[in-house]
């Protein structure tokens, strides 16, 4: 019934477990069958460093997870965005019909905690983007030293330029030292 690359993956799953800091997670699940897969990615200039999984469901299900999570390892983010339904598939040397609709799961999670990193990191390049006034916390435009509303020059931080709390020593945003 299934291929022996699918019970070796089965009986020796790859990468089970949990990234506590992960950069993006990503969960699917079939209410019909049962399975659910959470995916966890570590991403370092724009390579997936580390996948990891927890898969609910049956053996199927795990040994796909094992094979999406060896297939994404070490592949950047638009790399890992190919990986495929089919292709998980068939490099389990294929699965039952009834058995099909796992292989989506696992590549649906996937992308689900790719997606999840990049919707993350899109708040995070606005959030660094915004600017406010360190006093009464109106929203300035980048690099300007001097608020309107509440009238006091600011000071700015000689590298990320952005406004610095009275008396500050070191920058609260990009971390360097002001007095350097």
Known sequence: MYSEKVMEHF?????????????????????????????????KDGVLTDVKFKTFGCGAAIAVSSMVSELAKGKTIEEALQITNDQVARELGGLPPNKLHCSNLGADALHAAIADYLRKQKEKDKKSAECHCPYCHKPLP??????QPCGVAIALCPKCKKPLPKNAEICPECGVNINS
Not at 15 to 38: F, K, L, R, S, Y
Not at 142 to 147: I, S
Request: aromatic share 8%; net charge negative; proline share 8%.
């Open 142 to 147: 980048l690099g300007v030293n001097f608020c």
């Open 11 to 43: 009986r020796n799953p790859r990468n089970v477990g949990e990234i506590p800091d992960a950069d993006g997670i990503g969960e699917v699940g079939n209410p019909v069958c049962g399975d659910m897969m959470t995916f966890y990615i570590k991403v």
